[in-house]
Structures are given as C-alpha cells and as structure tokens.
C-alpha cells in the first residue's frame, strides 16, 4: 500500500477506542476507510459503523472498501454529527474517532486546488459543492484579516511581509493559481530551511476556506452529545493549533467531571510508521472517555 492509503497510528488508534462487540462507532472523517476497516473487524456481527466525511470522491472511495451492511455512510461535516445521527435513529454510540486535516489523496490530486506544486485554480474546499474558496480569500479579504488568519492558523511569523506582496501582486491582478500564490510567496520572504515558504500560509488559508477550527469544536461538542457514559472519543491532529483544542477540551472535560483522559501525553507514531508513511511525522493522537 502506499502511504496514500495508510491510515496513521491505526493500531493505537484501535487500542485508544477499543470497540466493543455490538457497539457503535462514528469514523466522522472516513476518508478512505482505513480506520473504519480495522473498526468493523472488532464489532462483530450486530454493530454499526457511521462513516461520515465532507468529501464525495473519499465517500465513493470508502464505500468500495467497506462493502459491508454493518456501515453507513454519510456526507457532512462534524457538525452535522447530531443531525445525521437523528436521521438514523441512533441515539447513542460507543465511539467517536475525528482524523482531521487534510488528506493524502486531496493533497495530491492537483486539481482540487490544495497543493502550491500545482498548476490549477486556488481552490482547497474539501467538500467540493462548497461554492467559498481559497481564491475567494486570497483576492477578496482585507489585508489584516489576511495577517490575522495566517497568524493564527499557520502561525506565520513574516505574515505582515507575505501579505503584503499578496495585496499588491492583487492589486494589478487576481491572484488564480496555487502555483502563483506560491511564487508570490517565495519571492516576499525566501527559502528558510527544509519546508516551501508557503507552506504555513497554505494550511492557514485551507483552514480558514474549511472552517476547520470552528468544525473542530463542533465536532468535539458533538461527540459529548452523543458519546454514551463509557463511550470513547479519539482525535488525531497535525498541527500545534488543532492539539491544543483538542488539549484544552479533554482538560476542561476532566475538570468538569464529564471525562477521562486515557493519555497523559498525546500518542506519535513511532519510527517505523514514520519512515513507511512520512505523512504521519506531525500525528498527535489523543483519546478521552465519557464518565
């Protein structure tokens, strides 16, 4: 399998969630079903899988891979776990696993607009029915909003420098490509060690187009919701700003009495892993359980 289609920290995943016989459990970013494959083997014959991703092309993906009456699969967005569940009349599950960010398979098909490799328009929704996108944010945003969401979400120290070649460059004209917005980029602020210059502002600007942050809480609120007493909830995250969500949640529940941490630390993939699937380096995986 190539590491597209390696699903990360899978085995800790499934000994974080441990599922039951008979239970039932929310994959609520199915992607290519990796995780939710490995989920359906410990359930047996009466439980139940709801797959759920914002994606068509995964969800056609997935649906391949987990041919199987025991899964139900539905798009949508982690906000949309309450509503979903309703329509199935479940009014309860056993678990919760929430994989966020973007995938390999989105990164690396170039016409969906996510990679600064690729010739197309800036693009980066990941549900592609959404009529906002990353050229709606490169060319129309104020420039402090734009200061503001690479600050925040890439964390981008040269943001004032980056954007400010952004609003000029747009100033004579729109800014179309992803290949463009890079070169902008690299020109503003230089190569600094191993990683493309753009890179932070583009994971700023997708998250931003995805609402990742705001679904993020939404999908964690969700889980409390629906999560029996005993249920499990598991989120694997790839950047310091969606852990420390994640953190704080799990903190905050701890306090309040409603949860368990099961980690003190978040769990990373070992080397192994890593060197198999390079994708998984930035992987923090942390679990909680419903009291």
């Not at 060197?275 to 679990?287: D, Q, V």
């Amino acid at each position: 399998m190539t590491s597209e289609h390696l699903p990360v920290l899978l085995r800790e995943v499934v000994e974080m969630l441990a599922p039951v016989q008979g239970g039932i459990y929310i994959d609520a970013t199915v992607g290519l079903g990796g995780h939710s494959e490995e989920i359906v083997k410990m359930i047996g014959r009466n439980g139940r899988l709801i797959g759920i991703d914002r994606d068509e092309k995964a969800l056609a993906r997935a649906a391949a891979r987990l041919a199987d009456d025991r899964v139900t699969l539905k798009k949508g967005k982690f906000s949309d776990i309450g509503t979903i569940l309703g329509s199935l009349s479940v009014a309860e599950v056993d678990g919760v696993l929430l994989d966020l960010g973007v995938s390999m398979m989105q990164l690396r098909d170039l016409a969906r607009g996510f990679s600064f490799r690729s010739d197309e328009r800036l693009d980066m929704r990941m549900d592609a029915g959404q009529v906002f996108s990353a050229w709606d944010v490169v060319n129309a945003y104020e420039e402090e909003e734009l200061i503001r969401i690479l600050k925040e979400y890439g964390e981008e120290y040269q943001a004032p420098k980056i954007i400010r070649a952004i609003v000029t460059y747009r100033s004579r004209k729109p800014i179309d490509s992803c290949t463009e917005l890079a070169d902008i980029i690299f020109r503003a602020v230089g190569r600094r060690g191993r990683i493309h210059p753009a890179t932070k502002t583009f994971q700023a600007i997708r998250i931003e187009v995805n609402r990742e942050i705001e679904e993020l809480r939404a999908g964690l609120d969700a889980s409390m919701r629906v999560m029996k007493d005993g249920g499990r909830l598991c989120v694997i995250s790839y950047h310091s700003l969606e852990d420390r969500v994640v953190k704080n949640f799990i903190r905050d529940g701890a306090k309040e009495g409603r949860l368990r941490p099961l980690v003190k630390k978040p769990v990373v993939p070992d080397i192994r892993e890593m060197r198999e699937n390079p994708s998984s380096r930035s992987a923090k995986l942390r679990g909680a359980e419903r009291i």
